[in-house]
């Protein structure tokens, strides 16, 4: 499950992470509003689940509530598509991974595939965590300043409790900024939360945003389908999750690409075999 930056933000602010004040706003006229509260010059930001906002126009620096208010009025309804400091799960080593890098910002991805030495990788064991001498190394990486590096240390460790309390798949800082006076401050946020594990956070899975999903898959979860859209040509209805994963092996392994995973359950109840046909 996607959360939007602000909802982020917040888990991040409740697990003590660095981050700056902020307010949600609907209309171009609580935008200029917002700006006003928050006294000074700020920053309109498109929240939607995709990247790339700033280049499509998304984000937009403003001096006056005046200039918020116009940013606002040009961000809302605006159509963005696309699709660091971070930690995601890694499936070759099974491990959580914290991956920093000072190349960072929109084309990440393209430095990854570039110049990846520009990105620093630490594997964590889970039986341990994120371990200072860990934090300390990362933070090197990124500064020369030893103040700095302590104080990236302190952030990366604070996140990586973030990022196990909410049983996410992705947490990620991007930008992590210096301050004029030395200070580090994580500008943005971006969390995706395991959905296997929001029974463990009723609060969290509040949170979805049920325009943000593909509407199959958003029809699949109210009939209690566990359902995953894909690219290939050949539906798959499975009762079964071991089942649907090994017809899904099959057909890859005959040169072929499932258009979806759907696991009904072991529940034999024709209702719920019609749903899964239609979807």
């Known amino acids: 499950m996607k959360i939007h930056e602000y909802q982020a933000r917040e888990i991040f602010r409740q697990h003590g992470l660095p981050v700056p004040q902020d307010r949600v706003a609907e ?54 598509k696309g699709l660091t400091v971070g930690i995601i799960v890694d ?10 890098s000072a190349a960072g910002g929109v084309d990440i991805e393209e430095v990854a595939r570039e110049t990846p030495e520009k990105i ?16 300390m190394e990362l933070g090197f990486s990124l500064y020369d300043d030893i103040r700095q590096v302590r104080q990236a240390a302190n952030i990366f460790r604070r996140l990586y409790s973030a990022f196990v309390a909410i049983d996410a798949s992705l947490a990620e800082i991007n930008p992590l900024v210096a301050l004029p006076d ?15 594990a929001l029974f463990r956070h009723p609060e969290l899975a509040e949170l979805r945003d049920p325009s ?20 290939g040509s050949i539906g798959c209805i499975v009762n079964g999750a071991g089942l649907a ?27 719920k075999v019609v749903d899964a046909m239609r979807i």
């Open 120 to 135: 620093h990788k630490v594997a964590i064991d889970p039986r341990y965590g994120l371990l200072n001498h860990q934090a």
């Open 182 to 196: 030395g200070t580090l401050q994580a500008i943005d946020a971006k969390v995706n939360i395991d959905d296997a």
């Open 212 to 231: 943000a999903d593909e509407p199959a898959e958003t029809e699949a979860r109210e009939k209690g389908l566990s359902y995953v859209k894909l690219d």
């Open 91 to 100: 499936r070759a080593s099974q491990r959580p991974v914290m991956m920093v």
């Open 245 to 271: 994963m090994a017809t899904m092996d099959l057909i890859k392994y005959y040169g072929a690409e499932p258009a979806n995973f759907l696991d009904i359950g072991g529940s034999s109840n024709p209702e």
């Open 27 to 80: 209309t171009a006229e609580q935008a200029a509003a917002a700006a006003r509260e928050l006294a000074g010059p700020v920053v309109v930001k498109a929240q939607v689940h995709v990247g790339g906002r700033g280049k499509a126009g998304g984000v937009k620096l403003a001096q006056t509530p005046d200039d918020a208010r116009q940013a606002a009025d040009a961000i809302l309804g605006m159509e963005i």
